[in-house]
């Protein structure tokens, strides 16, 4: 069993960012105006953490986090005309108390209308682009996570835009190391299995210092709403199904 610091950069410039994304591919999420997000440990027990979403004309407006009920972030989002996400103003940390930062976000974009470099914290380049338009491959600049190497995806995708594998390099502990994952989804397009293989080989499960372990093989089922957006979700790993999360949309 492998123990991994997840970097807070990281998780930073990705944790918003995944949950608009998987949240705006369901069209019916213009119905409603707020969703409120509950994690739990293992045995169906609250985590304490939780995240309240505004949401207007099915895009999010802003986004409360709390620790067993005390506000530990909020922040408002603002769109530019191509609806990316333009800018951030933080009204609360907890290590900072009320502020007024804003922090801002850039695209570039080739001829093509294809998104080519991101900045949100750290820079992504995209490239490869396939017949339906997607980047094939992300990279990095040299980032806190590894300022010799940085970091590196190669994706492929299947006809509605899933990604089917997504192989990761980066470095640990002066070793490349080359993690490959692929998925299986529903009908409605949310991770029904996936399965981890990695080189050098990796013992898994890998435990995540501020997430969930990592197995080779992990399953997901869902309980859905009228709308198609699931509001339970179960994770099963080694034969046995955990409730991780709920979501309640009003």
């Known amino acids: 069993?492998?123990?991994?610091?997840?970097?807070?950069?990281?998780?930073?410039?990705?944790?918003?960012?995944?949950?608009?994304?998987?949240?705006?591919?369901?069209?019916?999420?213009?119905?409603?105006?707020?969703?409120?997000?509950?994690?739990?440990?293992?045995?169906?027990?609250?985590?304490?953490?939780?995240?309240?979403?505004?949401?207007?004309?099915?895009?999010?407006?802003?986004?409360?986090?709390y620790n067993k009920n005390r506000l530990t972030y909020n922040a408002e989002y603002y769109y530019d005309d191509?609806?990316?996400?333009?800018?951030?103003?933080?009204?609360?940390?907890?290590?900072?108390?009320?502020?007024?930062?804003?922090?801002?976000?850039?695209?570039?974009?080739?001829?093509?209308?294809?998104?080519?470099?991101?900045?949100?914290?750290?820079?992504?380049?995209?490239?490869?682009?396939?017949?339906?338009?997607l980047a094939q491959t992300i990279e990095s600049d040299k980032t806190a996570i590894d300022s010799v190497?940085?970091?590196?995806?190669?994706?492929?995708?299947?006809k509605t835009g899933n990604v089917?594998?997504?192989?990761?390099?980066?470095?640990?502990?002066?070793?490349?190391?080359?993690?490959?994952t692929s998925?299986?989804?529903d009908s409605n397009n949310n991770v029904l299995e996936l399965n981890r293989n990695s080189f050098p080989k990796e013992e898994y499960p890998i435990i995540m210092i501020g997430g969930r372990a990592k197995y080779e093989n992990e399953k997901f089922r869902y309980v859905y709403n009228k709308d198609n957006l699931w509001i339970e979700k179960y994770w099963i790993v080694e034969n046995t199904e955990y409730l991780i999360e709920k979501r309640k949309f009003n």
Not at 28 to 53: A, D, M, P, Q
Not at 112 to 123: A, D, G, H, R, S
């Open 1 to 65: 069993m492998k123990f991994l610091l997840l970097n807070f950069l990281l998780i930073s410039s990705t944790l918003f960012s995944q949950s608009l994304e998987k949240i705006e591919k369901n069209e019916n999420l213009i119905k409603y105006k707020n969703v409120e997000i509950i994690s739990f440990y293992n045995k169906h027990k609250k985590t304490g953490w939780s995240k309240k979403i505004s949401l207007k004309n099915g895009k999010i407006k802003s986004i409360r986090y």
């Open 82 to 133: 191509m609806n990316d996400l333009d800018f951030e103003v933080i009204k609360f940390d907890i290590n900072k108390g009320k502020t007024n930062d804003t922090i801002n976000y850039s695209y570039t974009y080739n001829s093509k209308n294809q998104l080519i470099e991101e900045e949100i914290l750290v820079k992504k380049y995209f490239s490869n682009f396939n017949e339906q338009n």
């Open 149 to 158: 190497f940085g970091y590196r995806e190669e994706l492929l995708y299947d």
């Open 164 to 180: 089917l594998e997504r192989k990761e390099y980066s470095k640990i502990d002066n070793q490349i190391r080359i993690e490959i």
């Open 183 to 185: 998925y299986k989804y």
